[in-house]
């Protein structure tokens, strides 16, 4: 038989094992009857010390300096701007593949002046996962300056971007370096003796063509410049002189170029200028009454003509007769664009006026034949592009229409002798209109998702302490509507989604080597429906997310899952009492949630989860809105009976209870506050915190010599010309503040988001 203080051991230890149970607490528990030892963090009698919580004393602040109102000011170090596509932006007008490397033109991307132009570079890391390494604008920007308009690259080490509404059109000569691509030189056609309104009309880099050393600028006149590149930059070698009424580079190979224009008579003529046969004797290699789009390889010559292509052939004697080649299902008569790759000919053209057919011509038997057509859409116009590269084809679409909206992005698709199919998908990550914005922050990792979008942009803290842009956490699934507030955790993240019928689910990601896979949705727990809220939290491999139990039991209860084994697992149910539908924060091992006015406290050991003493707030309220726990720090924000302001209580555990160390009203009620912030407290950690305290900043408060002490409030700098732009969330990432600004505006669609980093001193 156990006597006495045996008896009552063995009794918490039968409970203590029992996972997801939980023990009301006898909040006179502390201190604990002689022979117990009480543990301060959680306020439970064990039998050893040992059997605390390791870890959860309240941080010594000590060696913090002191701080008085009107503290160090906290300065914004950076602002990560959400890329949002737009109508005019004119992605996919332009680009190349090659190997794992893709170059996409976005020519009428507005910047600091309307349709300056910008160029997008990709790298691909695994299969079908392509990740954006940089984010190229001109030097000079102008107004209409396009840049981007045409790139081209010389091997993986050097770009060619081509801006022909600067001045009288340059081109700029990037390297890649191992800090990534740079400006190496700028190259501008000599302008002597024209006159004002010729270099206006000149256009120098309308047109762009590259092969392995050199490259050929064409002018929107009949003239063309051809350099030699090396390592050390750009040489120029000969102008070419075309007897065209207008024409444009259409290809280089070796020591070929190729020119397409229009003569008076409106006939499209090709002409092939060859080093050897002297620069300044060029071919007519062949016309037609529409020619629309020319591909070289050096030996064989595509052109897309009237009601399908037409390819000719070089010999030793010459040029031989055009064969004429249908493409089945391609009912518009003029071809898009044209590419070769590995002898086979990729064409792009017109079904109608939202599809896109993609076909591959290849001469079997010595006979040029097209393969069935590869229907890609919607789109809403011309000036598609196709890129090649060994099995890979990147189609670039100005005008295509995504969710209704018409925004440019490229399809990359794999080939094989069975034909095309989808590979990936390289776009700006946000749609434009996105108002609602989460944030979230943990490990180095900060997310920033647009509620309206069904993408969050993944940012990483590298060793200076600047965030760098990542790939974007893509929501799996056509049927859904909105993302909600996010959680991180180190190589954890967990959302809940909302679908078009209403019903939610909690999606969860893994980070690997280079970015985050997509994981099982979190599994349902017995009895509780976690499904119905939005209140989650990870702390390490420990998420709560709060619920309510199914009919008929009344109430709720929040689920906690367990990072076991590579898998979420359901790990307790703890009975709050509550409906938890808004709110849910955990630390370490505690818990604390609410509903409606009513706030509950609860403590883990081991798999138990135990019941903790609740603070008093500083006012009777009629809501509990948010709170927050870092460490020994819990926050709470809510709405006071006596007159609608929104207030924040900050309590800390000491000595077996939670001693009240600061209580802020907000001098905005609820119902304006709803409108302009998030109400109240922002964001907390174990020894600062901010405030609300408009739509442009937020009150700082830093923890040192035993209390909080006002900081100067943190402000953005400044906004665009956007009256509903605000503060929408707020929160600490390791050491610095970030704070997400939605309706911010982005100078062409009026509503956009950005995160602003300010380092905290």
């Not at 006495?4 to 149970?21: E, I, N, P, W, Y």
């Not at 290809?251 to 080093?275: H, T």
């Not at 555990?653 to 009620?669: A, K, N, P």
Request: glycine residues 12%; aromatic residues 8%.
């Amino acid at each position: 038989m156990f006597a006495g203080k045996d008896l009552r051991f063995a009794l918490f230890a039968l409970l203590a094992m029992v996972a997801g149970c939980q023990l009301p607490l006898d909040h006179a528990a502390c201190p604990c009857a002689e022979g117990w030892v009480c543990c301060p963090t959680i306020g439970v009698c064990v039998a050893a010390v040992d059997q605390c919580p390791d870890g959860t004393g309240s941080k010594d602040a000590g060696d913090d300096a002191p701080m008085s109102d009107g503290g160090d000011s906290i300065t914004e170090i950076q602002r990560l701007q959400m890329d949002h596509g737009w109508l005019g932006d004119q992605m996919g007008a332009a680009g190349v593949l090659r190997d794992d490397l893709a170059v996409v033109g976005v020519p009428g991307r507005a910047g600091t002046v309307t349709r300056q132009g910008m160029v997008v570079v990709f790298e691909r890391r695994g299969a079908g996962v392509w990740v954006r390494v940089a984010a190229l604008s001109s030097p000079s920007p102008v107004a209409a300056g396009r840049f981007g308009s045409k790139v081209a690259l010389i091997g993986s080490q050097q770009l060619l971007v081509g801006a022909p509404g600067e001045a009288a059109g340059r081109v700029y000569l990037f390297q890649r370096t191992v800090d990534g691509w740079v400006l190496q030189q700028t190259i501008e056609p000599d302008v002597t003796g024209l006159t004002a309104d010729q270099i206006a009309a000149l256009h120098f880099g309308v047109s762009l063509a590259a092969d392995a050393e050199r490259v050929a600028i064409g002018t929107a006149g009949t003239t063309a410049e051809v350099y030699d590149i090396t390592p050390a930059g750009a040489t120029h070698l000969v102008r070419l002189a075309a007897p065209l009424y207008s024409g444009w580079v259409a290809a280089l190979a070796g020591s070929s170029v190729v020119i397409v224009g229009n003569a008076p008579n409106g006939v499209g003529l090709v002409y092939v200028y060859d080093e050897a046969l002297g620069w300044t004797n060029p071919t007519l290699v062949t016309h037609s009454a529409v020619t629309s789009q020319v591909a070289f390889d050096g030996q064989r010559l595509a052109v897309g003509v009237v009601g399908g292509l037409r390819i000719i052939e070089r010999s030793a004697s010459g040029w031989t007769a055009p064969v004429d080649v249908a493409l089945p299902g391609a009912t518009q008569p003029q071809v898009d664009d044209l590419g070769w790759r590995s002898g086979e000919l990729d064409v792009l053209t017109e079904v109608d006026e939202a599809t896109l057919y993609l076909g591959r011509a290849r001469s079997i038997g010595g006979v040029w034949q097209a393969d069935p057509p590869f229907l890609i859409g919607p789109t809403r116009g011309g000036g598609n592009r196709i890129m090649t590269s060994g099995d890979r084809v990147m189609v670039g679409l100005p005008l295509a229409s995504v969710s209704d909206l018409i925004v440019g992005l490229a399809n990359i698709y794999r080939v094989d002798d069975a034909g095309f199919a989808a590979d990936a998908t390289i776009a700006f990550d946000d749609k434009p209109l996105s108002t609602l914005g989460w944030i979230a922050a943990g490990g180095g990792q900060l997310l920033a998702t647009a509620g309206i979008d069904q993408i969050s942009a993944w940012f990483v803290r590298d060793p200076s302490g600047a965030y760098q842009r990542r790939p974007s956490l893509v929501l799996p699934g056509d049927d859904l509507n909105t993302l909600r507030q996010p959680a991180v955790a180190g190589s954890h993240v967990i959302f809940p989604v909302a679908a078009r019928d209403g019903t939610l689910a909690l999606q969860t990601f893994e980070l690997g080597a280079h970015d985050w896979t997509t994981g099982p949705r979190l599994p349902a727990a017995d009895g509780v429906d976690v499904a119905s809220s939005g209140a989650l939290a990870i702390d390490g491999d420990i998420a709560a997310v709060g619920g309510a139990w199914s009919p008929p039991r009344s109430g709720g209860a929040v689920v906690v899952y367990a990072w076991r084994e590579g898998a979420w697992q359901v790990a307790a149910e703890v009975d709050t009492g509550l409906r938890v539908t808004s709110s849910v924060a955990l630390s370490g091992h505690r818990l604390a949630v609410i509903g409606d006015a009513l706030i509950r406290l609860f403590a883990r050991l081991g798999d138990t989860w135990y019941e903790m003493p609740a603070p008093s707030l500083g006012e009777p309220t009629s809501e509990i809105l948010r709170v927050f726990l870092a460490g020994d720090v819990l926050g709470v924000a809510s709405t006071a009976v006596s007159d609608g302001h929104v207030a924040t209580d900050v309590f800390r555990w000491t000595d077996g209870h939670w001693r009240s160390e600061l209580h802020v009203r907000s001098d905005q009620s609820t119902i304006a506050c709803q409108f302009v912030c998030n109400f109240g407290l922002a964001a907390l950690d174990t020894d600062r915190l901010v405030v609300f305290r408009d739509a442009v900043s937020v009150a700082a408060y830093q923890f040192a010599a035993g209390a909080w002490g006002a900081r100067a409030p943190i402000a953005l700098a400044s906004l665009p010309s956007a009256p509903d732009a605000h503060i929408a969330q707020a929160a600490f990432a390791d050491g610095a503040l970030a704070l997400w600004v939605v309706a911010e505006g982005d100078g062409l669609s009026g509503l956009a988001g950005a995160v602003h980093v300010f380092r905290w001193p």
